[in-house]
């Protein structure tokens, strides 16, 4: 069964620390891996999107690392800010007769603290 | 903004009521999605529609009815619903069906009283 699973569920750190979000997948075929930020009450806003040949890809402050091997994913935030309170969702999409199927997981709820 | 707009962004519905939720997209794609996103749950696919034809609809019960006039605009019509069915709804839009982002809505936070 596809699957994306994600942790913490939830997790709080002062403001002007690192933190590093994981995520796994039993997703097959696996075509990309998204990662996207969801503010409280508002839709999801894209990160980063990662193909199987890519392993690293950086948005800003955010770097999003992808193993295919292990089917493993983390998104690193680095130096967070307040505005980076919200859940982070890992998303992975495969590919059915052409059309893309996404996997979305329950996401990560982060609060920075001042 | 994502360039998709959805209204309205709240709304209070009895379980007799008849409503229907509005999503418009000002991005040129052909591609448009309704999710269904329940607390502490992972978001939910309901339909996809691409160049106004529905493409998949994931078994979604009757009383939710989506619209699709235009490549611009999805409606979600929406008629004898049960309290389980409140949740946040989402719209969003992609320039294709296969490897395409896609933009999200700020959704419509729905209650069925």
């Known amino acids: 069964k596809n699957q994306v699973e994600q942790s913490p569920q939830s997790l709080i750190i002062l403001e002007g620390k690192n933190c590093t979000l994981q995520?796994?997948?039993?997703?097959?075929?696996?075509?990309?891996l998204r990662w996207y930020k969801q503010d409280t009450g508002r839709g999801p806003v894209s990160l980063t999107i990662?193909?199987?040949?890519?392993n690293t890809k950086s948005n800003g402050r955010y770097t999003a690392t992808l193993d295919a091997d292990t089917k493993q994913s983390s998104l690193h935030i680095t130096a967070s800010q307040l505005s980076d309170s919200a859940s982070y969702i890992c998303?992975?999409?495969?590919?059915?007769?052409?059309?893309?199927?996404?996997?979305f997981g329950t996401g990560t709820r982060l609060l920075v603290s001042p | 903004e994502t360039g998709v707009t959805q209204t309205p962004r709240h709304l209070v519905m009895g379980m007799t009521n008849k409503k229907s939720l509005k999503c418009e997209q000002h991005?040129?794609?052909?591609?448009m999605y309704w999710y269904k996103q329940s607390a502490k749950k992972p978001l939910e696919l309901m339909f996809v529609y691409s160049l106004e034809e529905r493409v998949e609809n994931n078994s979604v019960p009757s009383r939710f009815s989506p619209e699709c006039p235009n490549s611009s605009h999805l409606f979600l019509h929406l008629h004898t619903l049960q309290p389980e069915d409140s949740a946040l709804y989402l719209c969003?839009?992609?320039?294709?069906?296969?490897?395409?982002?896609?933009?999200f809505g700020p959704g419509t936070r729905l209650t069925v009283t």
């Open positions: 990662m193909t199987f040949s890519e």
């Open positions: 995520c796994n997948y039993t997703v097959s075929p696996f075509s990309n």
């Open positions: 969003a839009s992609s320039q294709g069906t296969s490897y395409y982002e896609q933009y």
């Open positions: 998303v992975v999409g495969w590919l059915d007769t052409g059309f893309q199927k996404l996997v």
């Open positions: 991005l040129g794609h052909n591609a």
